[in-house]
């Protein structure tokens, strides 16, 4: 296991525990892979993360733009993610229960108190192929060391 990777997983951990919206939504996330300033996780749609429609809720996507842009922050060695100054997300397309979606965060800029994160959420098909469902920009406050 790469040390970037055990340390997203050690901030995941902690993340988790105090932070029941993320331990609701993301309880089946699989990290899989992290190197310096990028990871990737998958996920399965579960009814939870599902709105009225029976489609991939907008708030998931946001929820998950916004840790997947700390965990990015996290892979550059970073102990704690920062405090959200501006989030955006564009939605794309739509999942629904079963789909498996793969999440990569990116840490684009680290500054001495400023973070810019990326992240795109796609879903897979059996087939392999990626469907883009949303992407993510994120902006977020780090406090200077």
């Not at 029976?54 to 920062?82: E, N, R």
């Not at 959200?84 to 793969?102: C, K, M, P, Q, R």
Request: with cysteine; proline share 2%.
């Amino acid at each position: 296991m790469s040390t970037e990777l055990e340390q997203v997983l050690n901030v995941w951990d902690r993340i988790r525990g105090s932070s029941p919206i993320y331990a609701f939504l993301l309880s089946d996330v699989d990290i899989y892979n992290a190197q310096k300033g990028i990871f990737n996780a998958r996920i399965q749609v579960a009814p939870h993360h599902l709105n009225s429609k029976g489609t991939l809720h907008g708030s998931f996507s946001a929820s998950v733009t916004d840790w997947a842009g700390g965990l990015a922050i996290a892979s550059c060695g970073h102990d704690t993610t920062g405090v959200s100054t501006n989030i955006h997300v564009s939605y794309l397309s739509t999942a629904t229960t079963g789909d498996v979606l793969e999440i990569e965060g990116r840490a684009d800029r680290l500054g001495r108190t400023l973070a810019f994160t990326s992240v795109v959420i796609s879903k897979v098909s059996g087939t392999g192929q990626k469907t883009l469902v949303a992407q993510g920009s994120h902006t977020k406050y780090l406090k200077p060391t």
